[in-house]
């Protein structure tokens, strides 16, 4: 079968890269892809972004599954788009996207849910937003309501960095995130634990778990500097015991999937809930992402031993089945059921370390030719993100660039491996982490 993947991160480059291990697989697309992807000979870039013209492309090309990365994509309806013409494509509907693309929704279903989250407001009035923030003090949280790209929260530790935030982003020049023609912020308790991103696969009623996950959202070493989209990230997750796992999945991922669906908008596809583990192992979900994270789908994929596509199309299943009651002739349950199988993980931990651009993340610099890429390796996989392929260079295109990822016998031995690999790659101007894991090396616990 013919697989497309939406996207150009480091996250579709190891998703199509999983994908592409598939025996049932015979082509995998990702469009628009990266310089890696091009790289790669299992993977094929096609330069189409308009979410029709690849619907049309789609159709022609008989492709049997198609995967979306990023929200974007998801918050503009890819999903409708293809399921609307019969096309089998895994993810969530536009409606159900809101769960990311709309901070105010999603805070407005985990309450009626009573999904555990951090107490908030809304507001679309610059005054009384001020007025809320100097009554409640600092530390405390204020978020754009719509997608921004991670730009749209700060964590502000005293009321002048409230104040302002909330002028930033209520103001027209702002962030310029809008929901529905007006600006809006969602200002939040300040929460203090670990963090740690839990993720699964949904089919609408179904859910299975992927391995868990840490990332490391801060620019500089010791968690300082900007946030980011993510530095690296490593998996399996300490902080996870197996009771955080049961509690996370009986307090927020199942009290989800079944609040979609009782409210008219069955969630399938990836979902990602960004947790708050406090010191007294409380569980708050700090945000919903409808698609995996970048860069924690790189130390997750290399785990990943079961094979993708058959995650993915049992599913697809349910939609489809679905669709079989409305004239469509499909024969859906050649695939086993998503709640009947069982993911097999490597034991090894994974842990990905990225490389970011000159100036990243305010304004990163571009066309830095990339040096020492070494050959992909079963345990060493350099992801691409912002790179383009021009004859036989690589160039970066702009923010992350890489994501070295490896697989070793401890954490440690997988971190070792990766700035090994790293030290051989160069870039001007190259930024990256040399603590990524730390939290799980020093046995931290909240
Ligand atoms: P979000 O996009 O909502 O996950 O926010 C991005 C990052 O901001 C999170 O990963 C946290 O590090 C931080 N953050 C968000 N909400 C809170 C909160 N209520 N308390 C403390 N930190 C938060
Ligand atoms: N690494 C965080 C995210 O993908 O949202």
């Not at 990266?34 to 979410?51: E, S």
């Not at 947790?275 to 007294?280: G, N």
């Amino acid at each position: 079968m013919k697989i497309l993947v939406i996207g150009s991160g480091g996250r579709e480059h190891a998703l199509a890269w999983k994908l592409s291990q598939s025996k049932r697989v015979q082509s995998v697309f990702v469009a628009p892809g990266n310089g890696g992807t091009a790289r790669d000979k299992n993977l094929i870039n096609l330069p189409i972004t308009d979410i029709v013209q690849l619907r049309e492309w789609a159709q022609k090309e008989q492709i049997a599954l198609t995967v979306v990365g990023p929200e974007a994509p998801l918050a503009e309806g890819v999903v409708d788009e293809f399921r609307a013409h019969h096309l089998r494509i895994f993810g969530p509907t536009r409606e159900a996207a809101q769960l990311e693309s709309s901070k105010a929704f999603s805070k407005a279903f985990m309450v009626r849910h009573s999904i555990p989250t951090a107490r908030y407001e809304s507001f679309t009035d610059v005054r009384a937003a001020h007025e809320y923030v100097k009554n409640q003090g600092a530390p405390i949280v204020v978020k754009a309501d719509g997608l921004a790209a991670g730009k749209g929260v700060v964590v502000a530790m005293n009321l002048k960095e409230a104040h302002d935030a909330i002028d930033y982003m209520l103001s027209g020049e702002g962030t310029g995130v809008q929901h529905n023609g007006q600006a809006r912020v969602v200002i939040e308790e300040f929460l203090e634990g670990e963090e740690a991103s839990f993720i699964v696969v949904s089919d609408g009623i179904n859910n299975v778990a992927l391995a868990t996950c840490q990332d490391h959202k801060r620019l500089k070493d010791n968690d300082q500097g900007p946030n980011t989209g993510g530095m690296g990230a490593y998996s399996p997750a300490p902080v996870v015991t197996p009771q955080i796992h049961a509690k996370t999945m009986r307090e927020i991922i199942v009290p989800t999937l079944k609040g979609m669906a009782k409210d008219g908008i069955p969630y399938s596809g990836f979902l990602y809930a960004g947790l708050m583990i406090t010191k007294t192992g409380e569980i708050k979900c700090l945000e919903f992402n409808c698609r995996l994270g970048d860069p924690e789908t790189q130390p997750i994929m290399m785990r990943l031993k079961t094979d993708l596509v058959e995650v993915l199309m049992s599913a697809t299943q349910s939609q489809l089945n679905a669709k079989t009651s409305s004239g469509t002739t499909e024969v859906a349950s050649v695939w086993p059921r998503l709640d009947v199988l069982e993911l097999d993980w490597d034991r090894r931990p994974a842990l990905g370390v990225v490389m970011a651009a000159a100036g990243y993340p305010q304004s990163p610099r571009k066309g830095d030719v990339i040096n020492g890429l070494p050959p992909d390796r079963e345990d060493v996989m350099v992801f691409h993100a912002g790179t383009s392929k021009e004859g036989l260079d690589f160039k970066t295109t702009g923010g992350r660039v890489l994501c070295v990822t490896a697989l070793g016998g401890t954490l440690k031995m997988a971190q070792q491996l990766a700035y090994v690999a790293i030290d051989e790659i160069h870039f001007e101007g190259a930024q990256y982490r040399r603590d990524i894991g730390f939290r799980a090396l020093q046995g931290a616990r909240v």
